[in-house]
């Protein structure tokens, strides 16, 4: 498999550090609110490498955080009168149900950072005593010119990135680019005692801390969206590397921008989207279908338009694992036997099965992937209904479920459909048997404006979403 590696600018073979195991670190939310469609893009996209890894044969120690601490929290616990601890415990919460409804796996390890405080305060002390950091006051500071690499990652040298900063008004910065590593108390803030004084974690010393926890002192790959890239990504390398003086990379991956109507979300121009928004008008399948039929890398643009093509993309996914469903269930005996057909559909197949991996090899292209996937569609189409090998069909399916699988999607139980359908079906069933075509006709049609569609076959009745 080959990744585009954040830090070198060109896909890379991958290595993992220990053979078998795959250890990944993707920045989690703020826990204040639930999470926009921005943060829904990495955790689908890194929840994709992870199943494809461990398609691969590996095993996958897969860290994602979750920041339950920082002046966002502080700010919307105090409107909300609740304590910080109480907003993070709610809003972890809602993440899981929204994360689930996009098909997101549980992560091995899903740390918080107010529970991992010693870990911060020791890595804090150990920068100090490097010659890495310094305290002023109760607060600590990362000294980036004592940083030999920083700006390794995005690629600009620190004459540049001094120019390029931004006034901060914390005098006692020896330089605009140094960040806080701990925070003295405010007043009403929580604090947590540390040989610095009263205070809390800055952001960036969290994740490094609780990486290093789980998954030791070099990561293999850590994933975020772009925006991560600077400074907060920077911030981890430095503060890391200059602790350990190992690695703390060896792959970084980013996903690119999502816009709204090609403008960037945001509150102030009402175009901001959270995924419990979403969820009120569509099935999170169809917003994990959206997000995985661009490059991750690539920008992607969010609209009603857009969404709607992905709903009928992953309708038609589905329709063609039905078919094969239907075939293998209803075929009592082989009509319409094309040898051909079976030559045809088997070559497919293996062409399918080699599709698919090279584009997921291939930097995780899960548009090409998914593009495979209805090329493989449009063949069971056509030729499945004249294929008689039922291992064959057999094996089709199984494909399309493992390869589903890999990307999250046709999570639905087979043959899932309404009682109040079922019953349908049956009822036009008989109406058949009993040669009252009227009543057929007129349950056919009261489906169809349920978004279904019955086609009567030689093998009995075959139903279809709508696309």
């Known amino acids: 498999m080959k990744i585009y590696n954040s830090k070198t600018k060109t896909k890379e073979e991958f290595v993992p550090v220990h053979e078998g195991l795959v250890n990944i670190y993707s920045c989690g939310p703020t826990v204040y609110n ?23 044969g590996y095993t996958v120690n897969f860290v994602q955080n979750f920041t339950d601490i920082d002046d966002k929290m502080i700010k919307r616990a105090a409107e909300e009168n609740l304590t910080v601890k109480e907003l993070g415990n709610r809003y972890i919460q809602e993440y899981f149900i929204d994360a689930k409804n996009l098909g997101i796996k549980k992560a091995t390890h899903h740390p918080r950072a107010t529970e991992h405080i010693d870990d911060i305060i020791a890595l ?7 010659g890495k950091a310094y305290q002023v006051g109760t607060d600590v500071y990362f000294s980036v010119k004592d940083c030999h690499n920083y700006g390794c ?125 979403i969820s009120k008008q569509y099935d999170l399948e169809i917003l994990r279908m959206f997000m995985l039929l661009v490059h ?38 082989w009509l319409n036997v094309s040898i ?62 493992v390869f589903a699988n890999v990307l999250g999607i046709l999570r639905k139980k087979e043959n899932q459909v309404d009682s109040e359908v079922n019953a349908l079906l049956e009822q036009r069933a008989e109406a058949r048997k009993n040669k009252d075509f009227a009543t057929s006709d007129k349950i056919r049609d009261q489906l169809k404006a349920m978004g279904y569609l019955v086609e009567d076959t030689k093998n009995g009745q075959k139903l279809s979403k709508i696309e």
């Open 124 to 130: 804090i002390q150990q920068l100090i005593d490097n």
């Open 296 to 333: 991750y890398r690539s920008p992607i643009n969010f609209s009603p338009a857009l969404i709607e093509q992905a709903a009928s993309s992953l309708n038609r996914l589905y329709n063609a694992y039905q078919q094969i469903e239907f075939l293998l269930n209803n075929k009592m005996q």
């Open 34 to 56: 639930y999470f926009h469609i921005g943060n829904a893009r990495p955790f689908i996209v890194f929840d994709v490498l992870r199943r494809h890894l461990e398609y691969l």
């Open 340 to 401: 051909e057909a079976n030559s045809n559909f088997k070559n497919a197949l293996a062409q399918f099965k080699i599709d698919f991996e090279t584009a997921m090899n291939d930097d995780l292209n899960t548009a090409d992937a998914i593009a495979s996937m209805f090329e493989f569609a449009k063949e069971i189409f056509i030729t499945a209904d004249s294929v008689d090998d039922a291992a064959l069909l057999q094996e089709a399916k199984q494909t399309m479920k």
């Open 153 to 277: 990652l995005c690629k600009q040298n620190l004459d540049d990135l001094e120019s390029g900063a931004r006034i901060d008004i914390d005098v006692n910065k020896k330089s605009p680019l140094d960040f806080v590593l701990w925070k003295g108390q405010k007043p009403g803030e929580p604090a947590w005692e540390s040989p610095f004084g009263k205070g809390r974690p800055g952001w960036h010393i969290e994740c490094s801390a609780m990486s290093m926890k789980y998954l030791g002192e070099t990561v293999d790959i850590h994933c975020g969206g772009k925006d991560l890239l600077f400074p907060h990504h920077e911030n981890e390398i430095a503060q890391s590397e200059s602790a350990t003086g190992k690695t703390f990379v060896n792959y970084w991956m980013h996903n690119g921008f999502i816009n709204i109507d090609n403008e960037k979300m945001s509150k102030s121009k009402g175009n901001f989207f959270t995924v419990r928004d």
